[in-house]
């Protein structure tokens, strides 16, 4: 069993920063894939960005902003974000993946994140 605790999110006015962090127990977190996720009020849920050993993939909303890290050691995923919007507001989820593919297994409760314009 994985926990996924996210922490960072907070209120932040247009252009920006928040450094999102989520820390994994349990599992081996080395080996998982892992991303961020967000979903809108009203919205359904969407991707932003995910890392693993095959590469790093943002939503096309995001690149150029948001940049996720990962610290092994640490068994933390970061997810920076620069140049914040109004339309970044949402509650920020972090997922993990055990397999490397199909649906991931374990979330995070979810973090805050609202931009002011």
């Known amino acids: 069993q994985v926990q996924l605790v996210e922490s960072g999110g907070g209120l932040v006015q247009a252009g920006g920063a928040l450094r999102l962090s989520c820390v994994a127990n349990?599992?081996?977190?080395?080996?998982?894939?892992m991303a961020w996720f967000r979903q809108a009020p009203g919205k359904n849920r969407e991707f932003v960005s995910s890392i693993s050993g095959t590469g790093i993939q943002y939503d096309d909303s995001v690149k150029g902003r948001f940049f996720i890290s990962r610290n092994n050691a640490k068994n933390t995923v970061y997810l920076q974000m620069n140049s914040l919007k109004p339309e970044d507001t949402a509650v920020y989820y972090c997922?993990?993946?055990?397999?490397?593919?199909?649906?991931?297994?374990?979330w995070g409760q979810g973090t805050q994140v609202t931009v002011s314009s």
């Open positions: 997922a993990a993946n055990v397999n490397q593919r199909g649906p991931y297994n374990y």
């Open positions: 349990g599992g081996t977190f080395s080996s998982y894939m």
